[in-house]
């Protein structure tokens, strides 16, 4: 259903004049009825990934197809009806509505967006989308700063559900909530996967919830997918030596197995997108990296599972004390 | 964790926020302590009232808002709130290093980011310029910033978030506190920059001895950091005890429902999201029953008439439910 | 009534009142003026306070008191109609630049640069000597003077507000340029221009006052403060109240402009709780007497 093949973003930074690679030859897909995960750190790209489908940055190379279509050659309105099929949901659910306007104001506005011309016919839309969504009626007549994380974040799925889209990417949607009411939320997006056959592209930083919700995972690091496949063997059997640090990261909620944890703790930081390093971009920090990793950037092994590392597979990551 | 050997001691505090439009009640009598060279754990969701509990009294509060704090603290074994004297705000910066959320905001955009560790040195332990300077470098070094001494004279935006995140641990350790008062340290940071945060943090207080009050929500943190763990919702304190109690064996249902919402990665894949259903209640408003009533699997007829105390479960672990105490009750017969 | 009081009070009510009390004034000038401002009585030439001329004669015998009261609608009527074109025109060249970006956004904020460069009063000094002096010409050149001040603020606002989510969303729900601009960026832009204006309307008042005192401004025999200052400047010694009744009104007039804009940018801002109200409050909760 969303195929990207290739995709490149370029921005200029400001400051120094530099290109900013920020997505640099990114390929993968999500099918209808699918939740796929893509996680990565704080500036890996991911978000830039996810605003470049729905038109909300521009793409320097690569396609993106939705529904078969690549949207980024399309002009004037075939674009935007072929853009529509792709809906975006924000991080933060606050600063994603209109704070004067009410709920209902805000769905409208998206129904006549949307080409509805009929006053009492978007009326009934709007509430047939907050019971859609598990929202009672009377929150059509309130304003954003009177609901709590969720509801927002339920009102703004429901308002990207006006154009009956096929794909849905979301934005570290529950990250800004609180974690008794993520589930709710979270099932929410599972739910609408199972009933209305959405392709969902889930990006996160929680590899927890990432796992539990996706079929497939990508793990992106300074604007290249670094390793790609079904979360069962992603999670449990990881490729890359930076999938391995990643999960060795992940806190545990028990005391006890916190106490026994050793991780893999990376050293130094980020390397800036302007200037990546040669070969191999997780080189510099990678505890395994070999004088090929400088010298030759490695290609994605192809498999189920696969790895864009020159020891996929063969290198196993052993935490420090 | 009995209150003589304790650092901070903190008994039936309150705090209720004036604003021009609500009052909050923002904690109810909270109880808690907490020792040198230990930690101690304040879990809440946003509202809950565990920021507010350990800015307030230290003066920090968001403009245009009015607290009025009743209880008592000691720290270090001095009254320093109730009884009409309020002197806990003087010993902020020194005796009580404060990390806060957002590293980026903590620190002035403008100023070097040396002269913003030697402030606090050269203020607090009455240091040189020449000394302070030193020994803002020695902090660098101790919070695992390589090269030091040029990172001295840069800016805080030349710098990643890890980075700066540990140059505020590092203004907030120079004056070498005996408490650290640390809010989210970790949550604007990814999980990898975390676990060396948590780590630092560690190493640091088996350096310092300091005691740490780590304000979380984020249960991996906790479990990783604490020793001992209080769960706050609604602003009251509903369970307490050790990190092994309150997280191996959960007894209040709302620590028992946070726990179960945490993924884990030993959840089975493509298993339903468990967490709570509904709203935390609304703290203008008062409350005649137990606050998590309305959100609980297991509540009683009691539970919505009067708020049940904290009741021990076992040694230092206790919680504030009616339905353990029947449950006790029934297994004893 | 109550609501319109409560807004009152949060912006402050010396501003509300100094400020509703002068467009009052303006606003119904011609019918509550005691004389016609303009009519001359040579018998009657530098009055002092009487019945008749409550506020005395200048020195031509016309009415002071009149002639205050016209010179509050000149210059109002002035201050408006800048405020109101260089707010839309600023308004439009600002929210285009900050949503368009790109080369269109450098073009038009150099252009902006170079007006904001060049101190509003010499832009006006240029234009009037361009069209001539009068009240009309004198409105045009402020309007062109202040434009680039509230392009550069709207431009600013849009920009920010641009790549806020709520805005990205509509673009990615297929809304249009013109519903986002229009409906969205616009009345944002507008109302931080507003808030911006209201305090400069006091600058803008003096402005017309110097203008009109430096004689490239309103003409004679047209009522209006910096024009009566220099009328009454040879008469300084004899009667000095010509000089200080339209300096008087010119101060006030800017004081209120001054804590109407301040009262306006602290409108949303949280403050504290009243001593009364919190006494209340306490109260309240004691006899809730809840835990």
């Known amino acids: 259903m969303l195929s990207i093949e290739n995709l490149s973003v370029t921005f200029k930074d400001r400051a120094s004049g530099e290109d900013i690679r920020a997505c640099d030859g990114i390929s993968l897909n999500v099918e209808a009825g699918e939740l796929v995960g893509l996680v990565g750190e704080s500036g890996c790209g991911k978000s830039t990934l996810g605003r470049t489908i729905v038109g909300l940055e521009r793409a320097s190379a690569g396609r993106v197809l939705i529904n078969g279509v690549d949207v980024l050659t399309l002009r004037g309105s075939r674009r935007r009806q072929a853009r529509l099929q792709a809906q975006y949901i924000f991080q933060d659910p606050y600063t994603a509505l209109t704070p004067s306007q009410t709920i209902g104001q805000a769905i409208d506005e998206a129904l006549q967006i949307a080409g509805e011309h009929n006053a009492r016919a978007r009326m009934l839309r709007a509430r047939s989308l907050m019971e859609e969504v598990g929202l009672p009626l009377d929150i059509l007549e309130r304003q954003p700063r009177e609901l709590s994380g969720g509801q927002r974040q339920r009102v703004c799925i429901a308002r990207s559900l006006v154009v009956e889209p096929k794909v849905l990417i979301c934005d570290e949607p529950v990250s800004s909530l609180d974690v008794s009411i993520r589930a709710q939320i979270m099932n929410l997006f599972l739910k609408l996967r ?35 496949g079904p979360s069962a063997s992603v999670y449990s059997q990881p490729l890359h030596p930076y999938t391995q640090s990643l ?24 390397p800036s997108p302007a200037r990546p390093p040669s070969g191999c971009r997780f080189r510099t920090r990678c505890p395994a990296a070999a004088s090929i990793c400088a010298s030759e950037p490695p290609v994605m092994s192809i498999g189920e599972a696969s790895a864009h590392c020159h020891f996929a597979g063969t290198v196993r990551l052993m935490p420090a004390a | 964790m ?16 004036h604003t021009e439009r ?25 509202g809950s009232g565990k920021t507010i509990l350990n800015l307030a009294p230290l003066g920090l509060l968001p403009p245009g808002v009015t607290a009025d704090i009743t209880g008592e603290v000691r720290f270090d074994g001095k009254l320093v709130l109730g009884d009409g004297v309020n002197q806990i705000a003087s010993h902020r910066g020194k005796d009580i290093g404060v990390i806060f959320q957002d590293p980026l905001s903590a620190l002035n955009p403008a100023r070097r980011i040396g002269s913003q560790i030697m402030e606090v ?28 001494v040029a990172r001295l004279s840069q800016y805080p935006h030349e710098l990643s978030g890890g980075m700066r995140q540990r140059v505020v641990i590092a203004a907030a350790i120079a004056a070498e506190p005996k408490l650290l008062i640390a809010d989210e340290p970790t949550t604007a940071l990814d999980v ?33 950091m604490a020793d001992a763990i209080a769960v706050m919702y609604a602003g009251a304190i509903v369970e307490i005890g050790s990190a ?77 439910c009616f339905a353990n105490v029947r449950a006790a009750l029934a297994a004893t017969r | 009534m109550s ?3 409560r807004i009152a009070r949060r912006i402050g009510l010396p501003a509300v009142f100094l400020i509703g009390f002068f467009v009052f004034v303006g606003a119904t000038a011609p019918w509550i003026v005691p004389h016609d401002p303009t009519s001359q009585d040579l018998m009657a030439s530098n009055e002092s306070f009487s019945l008749e001329h409550p506020l005395g004669t200048d020195h031509l015998g016309r009415d002071t008191m009149s002639r205050l009261i016209m010179g509050a609608r000149t210059t109002l009527v002035a201050v408006a109609t800048v405020i109101l074109f260089a707010m839309c025109v600023g308004g439009l060249i600002g929210t285009l630049s900050g949503y368009v970006g790109g080369l269109v956004d450098e073009a038009l904020m150099r252009f902006v640069d170079f007006g904001l460069s060049v101190p509003s009063m010499i832009v006006a000094l240029a234009v009037i000597g361009v069209f001539g002096p009068g009240y009309w010409n004198m409105i045009l050149a402020l309007t062109i003077a202040w434009v680039p001040s509230y392009a550069r603020l709207s431009r600013a606002t849009v920009a920010a507000t641009v790549h806020q989510p709520h805005i990205e969303s509509l673009w990615v729900l297929g809304a249009s340029h013109p519903r986002i601009i229009f409906r969205h960026l616009a009345p944002t832009a507008l109302s931080a221009i507003l808030v911006y204006a209201s305090a400069d309307a006091g600058v803008l008042a003096l402005t017309i006052a110097t203008l009109s005192f430096l004689g490239l401004g309103v003409q004679p025999p047209m009522a209006e403060w910096g024009q009566m200052l220099v009328d009454a400047l040879p008469y300084l010694e004899e009667s000095p109240r010509q000089v200080i009744l339209p300096g008087l009104a010119l101060t006030i007039m800017v004081i209120g402009f001054n804590l109407l804009g301040e009262g306006l940018a602290l409108y949303r801002a949280p403050r504290a709780i009243g001593a009364k109200a919190l006494e209340r409050r306490r109260q309240l909760l004691l006899r809730e007497g809840e835990i």
């Not at chain 2, 040189?128 to 020695?138: I, L």
């Open chain 2, 244 to 320: 092994d109690d309150v997280l191996v064996q959960p007894s209040h249902p709302y620590t028992r429902g946070l726990l179960a919402s945490v993924p884990r990665l030993d959840t089975p894949l493509g298993a339903p999201f468990r967490g709570l259903p509904g709203l935390p209640p609304d703290l203008s408003r008062p409350l005649k029953g137990c606050a998590f009533e309305e959100r609980c699997s297991v509540a009683l007829e009691a539970c919505g008439s009067a708020r049940p105390p904290l009741q021990p479960v076992a040694g230092t672990h206790a919680a504030a």
């Open chain 1, 194 to 228: 199972d009933e209305k056959g959405l392709a969902i592209l889930f990006i996160a930083h929680d590899l927890a919830v990432v796992r539990q919700a996706a079929s497939r995972v990508y793990v992106m690091y300074l604007g290249q997918i670094m390793e790609a």
């Open chain 2, 22 to 46: 609500a009052t909050v009640r923002a904690s109810r009598a909270v109880t808690y302590s907490v020792a040198a060279g230990r930690t101690l754990a304040i879990v809440g969701e946003s």
């Open chain 2, 192 to 224: 990898t920059v975390q676990a060396q945060i948590i780590s630092l943090l560690r190493q640091l207080q088996k350096r310092i001895g300091m005691a740490i009050v780590l304000i979380s929500h984020d249960i991996g943190v906790v479990a990783g």
């Open chain 3, 3 to 5: 609501t319109l009081f």
């Open chain 1, 247 to 270: 999960l060795s990261a992940v806190p545990d909620p028990d005391p006890r197995i916190e106490r026994q944890r050793r991780r893999i703790l990376l050293e130094g930081d980020v």
């Open chain 2, 2 to 17: 009995s209150s003589s050997e304790a650092l901070l001691d903190v008994s039936n505090l309150d705090v209720t926020l």
């Open chain 2, 121 to 148: 040195a050269e203020q607090h332990l009455g240091m040189t310029a020449r000394a302070a300077s030193a020994h803002a470098a020695e902090l660098l070094k101790m919070v695992g910033i390589p090269d030091p």
